[in-house]
């Protein structure tokens, strides 16, 4: 009861990449760098065993950044003339890559650390990939003409590298969709079809991502104008507990989010952010529990999975350890107390 397991990104080693930042660049090239995303790849999986995780994951320590890191396996993209627009409804701008051509996958993405990682743990293991409405949201289109058509055709590539996971072992497969904490009218109508798309025919458990996002200043900038209640969720969580996604993964310590709104997810398995990612304090094993007490006045015990808010990818690589150690901990006191 209560397993526990991290949303996605943790930080990657100084040897392996620039620290602390969102969009680090590589300090190795070529074999050096591929052989470190696999030595990187291990030392995740071990920290996260060692501090009680159940559920473990890459750490997403082959990607520079979760959506470009799929993005880059991808022809009909051109990456050497990005142009700057506005993401996540304007809420910052970006340089993005540019849809030019028809989409299609130069080869397998996470094959190499999905087996890697398979092949050192026995523990059940997740590995993450964007959504199609976020990197849809996250790149320029010069061919498609039309953001839905183009989300469709990357839900067509990512069903294919998830079936590939499938195949190498990989126990959970989750879709990180930011974006619908933004496009939440889209969600129903059409973001949750592309989901189902890219879901088509697995039989592993599967789960979304959604959240007010990483610790950075943008993020926390807008989370600040948002008031004292964060009731967006009602919008889109009645859609996502009729869907076919097995689990949703949102943020719950130190956030606004009402938590009775969980119970519009009746069906799901949750997996809720004991961890804050926007805060370097560690949490105690007592605050862990004490969320998931919580969560449990609107979530049925046996569905309650202990995780992080968001990805970990920009924070110290210390902080970030400590903080995974006090979900272990916490989980395993929540079993002790409440199980």
Partial sequence: MFPATVAG?????????EPDKLWPKWRLEGADLAQGKLD???LAIKMQEDAGIDIVCDGEMSRQHFVHGFLEFVDGIDFANKVEMGIRADRYKALVPVVTGAL???GRVHQSEAKHARAHTKRKLKITMPGPM?????IADRHYGDKIKMAFAFADLLNKEARALQADGVDVIQFDEPAFNVFMDEVPTWGIEALHRAIDGLTCTTAVHICYGYGIKANIDWKNSLGDEWSQYEKIFPALAK????????EAIHSRVPLKLLSLLDGKDVLVGVIDVASDKI??????????AEVMKFVPKERIVACTNCGMAPMHRDIAEAKVRALGAGAKLAREKFA
């Avoid at 976020?134 to 996250?138: F, H």
């Avoid at 869907?243 to 949102?250: E, H, N, R």
């Avoid at 949490?283 to 998931?292: G, H, S």
């Fill in 9 to 17: 990104s943790l930080p990657k080693p100084s040897w392996l990449a």
């Fill in 40 to 42: 990187a790849t291990l």
């Fill in 104 to 106: 299609t996958l130069k």
């Fill in 134 to 138: 976020t990197i849809s949201d996250t």
């Fill in 243 to 250: 869907c076919d996604i097995k689990q949703v993964s949102l």
């Fill in 283 to 292: 949490e105690t094993p007592e605050e862990v529990a004490q969320v998931i």
